[in-house]
């Protein structure tokens, strides 16, 4: 249980293009899901939070214009990079949990993107 | 003084070995503690969730809580070459359901 997935898993796409990544809880439903970012060699850094129906919350310094965060149901949360450049090239991994709180998240398996 | 702390490593350790991971934390009213594995390339898989001070078992893993001195480890018994990984502490923050992590521990295990 508490499958969570993510697509596309790697993606290389133009500087000044937008990139759209999707995360699907398979076998629960999550009002909650969270965008994390990694660049090579450093740890996880949450990105944002996404609230299902409503807007979602960024952390501080992430850019909510260029982060789009939408979460129109119980089981999708998407990331839109918009007008990618190099150096949004990282891995981006998204997460939820079943019960919320503060149980255990699961993570989908990561979009590597490169900005060429 | 970051919220969550690791040794980056990198931890060696002889095949058949316990290996040892630390972390603290700063969030004194921290309630859930979580180890993840990652692998290179991959996405963090949760290990071992602890939530009250002491010792936690599962298998080969021993997770132990010690929140008087915000102190969280992850001992890995008989280790085994596939435990080769990035070991990453997750502690969730007051209030919120999310969870931040440390740097992660890079461990080694030498056949």
């Known amino acids: 249980g508490a499958v969570v997935s993510q697509h596309p898993s790697w993606v290389i796409c133009k500087s000044g293009t937008s990139v759209k990544i999707e995360c699907r809880s398979l076998d629960f439903q999550a009002t909650t899901m969270f965008w994390y970012r990694q660049f090579p060699k450093q740890s996880l850094m949450l990105m944002a939070t996404?609230?299902?129906?409503?807007?979602?919350?960024?952390e501080q310094g992430v850019e909510k214009d260029k982060f789009l965060i939408n979460h129109a149901s119980l089981t999708l949360s998407t990331l839109t990079v918009t007008s990618a450049h190099p150096e949004d090239s990282s891995f981006y991994i998204c997460?939820?949990?079943?019960?919320?709180?503060?149980?255990?998240?699961?993570f989908g398996n990561g979009t590597r993107l490169t900005v060429t | 003084q970051k919220e969550v702390e690791q040794n980056s490593g990198p931890l060696s350790v002889p095949e058949g070995a316990i290996a040892s991971l630390n972390c603290t934390y700063s969030?004194?009213?921290?309630?859930?503690f979580f180890w993840y594995r990652q692998y290179s390339g991959k996405s963090p898989e949760l290990i071992m969730s602890?939530?009250?001070?002491g010792d936690k078992e599962d298998g080969r893993f021993t997770a132990q809580l010690n929140k008087a001195s915000q102190y969280v480890s992850l001992l890995i018994r008989d280790s085994q070459p596939s435990d080769s990984a990035t070991y990453l502490c997750?502690?969730?923050?007051?209030?919120?359901?999310?969870?931040?992590f440390g740097q992660g521990t890079r461990l080694t295990i030498n056949p």
């Open positions: 997460s939820a949990s079943p019960r919320g709180g503060t149980s255990p998240l699961h």
């Open positions: 602890i939530y009250s001070n």
């Open positions: 996404s609230n299902e129906g409503s807007k979602a919350t960024y």
């Open positions: 997750a502690v969730n923050v007051q209030g919120a359901q999310k969870l931040v």
């Open positions: 969030d004194r009213v921290s309630q859930s």
